[in-house]
């Protein structure tokens, strides 16, 4: 796959490359895809919990026994 960019963009991806310890403009590209793949996924996840009817109070006592059930499974 190529991809064509105005000089202003492809700039910006040179320096990010080199800024950000990227060996090349591809591993650039690559990682925002994976970071933006990522974003669309908890997205949608927030929005299925969302929709998933009404959740817990988040007081003192939920966190009480979260710290519990994590330390009875540890």
């Given at each position: 796959?190529?991809?064509s960019l105005?000089?202003?963009l492809k700039?910006?991806?040179e320096s990010q490359v080199?800024?950000?310890?990227?060996?090349t403009s591809s591993e650039?590209?690559?990682d925002l895809i994976?970071?933006?793949r990522a974003r669309i996924q908890l997205r949608e996840r927030i929005v299925a919990g969302m929709e998933s009817g009404p959740?817990?109070?988040l007081d003192a006592g939920y966190f009480e026994r979260l710290r519990a059930r994590i330390t009875d499974e540890a």
């Open positions: 796959m190529n991809v105005p000089a202003e700039h910006f991806v080199g800024e950000g310890g990227y060996g650039f590209v690559r994976r970071r933006e959740g817990s109070e």
